[in-house]
């Protein structure tokens, strides 16, 4: 089946430590797209990557750091900086990072993180 | 800049009752629209969208919406909720100039009772 994997499903942060968030997608997308949720206040975007080698900050980039060597991955690691760094995040792809029916995003499952 | 406020940020319904949850939007470009909803501890789930041509849309499990260039609108409807309707639900929107990115509203939890 084709999709977007998102792993773990729960994470847990120590104080100082790095940890790194999984997406892969099998839907040949170009496009990937890291979102935070916290309650009330909907998804925001932490980065997005529309080609392989390449990726732009979003709306809350500081403390988060991603890659994007190969086209199916776009790991997330939540630094040390993220002072608040509780959440559930989202990964998402879609087709082409430009406009139309090919921007359509879908989404993975989900990992929510803690700190201890 | 473009925003999206989703007017309510809880719904409560009774079953079988019909519902609406709002979304406005704001934006200086044509814009593309989308409704998503999402089931507790799960990722989103793309309801319905409009990208051109007829301005009512109809989405699955039965919910539908309708953009509205002049109030500047897209609000969902369904004319009977189901018990597993309740999910929280996201209105979205993209323009020409964002390079495929969306921006969300705050979102709206539908909560179906018996």
């Known amino acids: 089946d084709g999709g977007i994997t998102q792993s773990p499903k729960y994470l847990f942060r120590k104080e100082g430590q790095n940890v790194t968030l999984s997406c892969e997608q099998n839907?040949?997308?170009?496009?990937m797209y890291w979102y935070r949720q916290d309650p009330g206040q909907g998804l925001r975007l932490i980065y997005y990557s529309q080609i392989v080698n390449d990726f732009q900050k979003g709306d809350i980039a500081e403390g988060y750091s991603v890659s994007r060597e190969k086209k199916e991955s776009f790991p997330l690691t939540v630094t040390s900086a993220q002072k608040n760094p509780t959440a559930f995040y989202l990964c998402?792809?879609?087709?082409?990072?430009?406009?139309?029916?090919?921007?359509?995003?879908?989404f993975g499952a989900g990992t929510r993180l803690s700190v201890l | 800049a473009q925003s999206v406020t989703q007017l309510d940020s809880q719904v409560p319904v009774f079953e079988e009752a019909p519902v609406e949850l709002r979304c406005n939007y704001s934006s200086s470009v044509s814009v593309y629209l989308f409704w998503y909803v999402q089931y507790p501890n799960q990722g989103l789930q793309l309801l319905l969208k409009?990208?051109?041509?007829?301005?009512l849309v109809k989405g699955i499990n039965g919910f539908e919406a309708e953009f509205n260039k002049s109030q500047t609108s897209f609000h969902l409807r369904k004319p009977s909720v189901h018990i597993s309707d309740t999910a929280e639900y996201f209105c979205a929107v993209t323009g020409y100039n964002q390079g495929g990115k969306l921006i969300f509203g705050q979102g709206t939890e539908l909560s179906v009772k018996p």
């Open positions: 409009y990208l051109s041509g007829s301005t």
């Open positions: 839907l040949n997308h170009d496009a």
């Open positions: 998402a792809s879609s087709i082409s990072g430009i406009l139309g029916a090919k921007n359509i995003q879908y």
